[in-house]
T-cell receptor, first 112, second 112 residues
Framework: GENVEQHPSTLSVQEGDSAVIKCTYS??????FPWYKQELGKRPQLIID?????GEKKDQRIAVTLNKTAKHFSLHITETQPEDSAVYFC???????????FGTGTRLQVFP | DVKVTQSSRYLVKRTGEKVFLECVQD?????MFWYRQDPGLGLRLIYF???????EKGDIPEGYSVSREKKERFSLILESASTNQTSMYLC???????????FGSGTRLTVV
């Protein structure tokens, strides 16, 4: 069946460094790829998303890249800050439907 | 801001009990979802609904049912709770295809 693999499962960086989280998906018909941030004890919140007709999208310190041929997409956080510490989930749509398949999450820790 | 409200943050139930988890959204979204979140497994889709009285099974529907009598309310029912249903349950809603989910705060259910 369709699945989304996410790596790494944990990531520790020094404040000010960059962090990269990678996901691969199996459904070639997937056309929507959101990223969610979940702080401890809180709900997942959408931080950025990208659609299959776009290769890259940026929002301040956060960017997402998509390689449809290779079926992978990545989250890039630059100039990391302690408040970026959270669990990040990638997701891919099941084809052109409203259902999302989530990755297993990456716990990012940013040390001051 | 879209609000998705889950009625309970924490629940403790006994094995064999029938359990109702309630979710209400206030933005007239057509689509609503129930996920469970477990460490190392990410978010897995239990059921979703794309309209009143309409529902579809997700990836792990066994042991669960749902009810959507009104557009704003989507209920998850554990017919006979078991210890392997101890988990965090997240409700989400979404307006049409191509939009991100808005999640509720989650219900942490413990079945003893």
């Amino acid at each position: 069946g369709e699945n989304v693999e996410q790596h790494p499962s944990t990531l520790s960086v020094q404040e000010g460094d960059s962090a990269v989280i990678k996901c691969t998906y199996s459904d070639s018909a997937s056309n929507y790829f959101p990223w969610y941030k979940q702080e401890l004890g809180k709900r997942p919140q959408l931080i950025i998303d990208i659609r299959s007709n776009v290769g890259e999208k940026k929002d301040q310190r956060i960017a997402v890249t998509l390689n449809k041929t290779a079926k992978h997409f990545s989250l890039h956080i630059t100039e990391t800050q302690p408040e970026d510490s959270a669990v990040y989930f990638c997701a891919a749509s099941r084809g052109n439907t409203d259902k999302l398949i989530f990755g297993t999450g990456t716990r990012l820790q940013v040390f001051p | 801001d879209v609000k998705v409200t889950q009625s309970s943050r924490y629940l403790v139930k006994r094995t064999g009990e029938k359990v109702f988890l309630e979710c209400v959204q206030d933005m007239d979204h057509e689509n609503m979802f129930w996920y469970r979140q477990d460490p190392g497994l990410g978010l897995r889709l239990i059921y979703f609904s794309y309209d009143v009285k309409m529902k579809e099974k997700g990836d792990i529907p066994e042991g669960y049912s749902v009810s959507r009598e009104k557009k704003e309310r989507f209920s998850l029912i554990l017919e006979s709770a078991s210890t392997n249903q101890t988990s965090m349950y997240l409700c989400a809603s979404r307006t049409g295809t191509g939009a991100g989910y808005t999640f509720g705060s989650g219900t942490r259910l413990t079945v003893v």
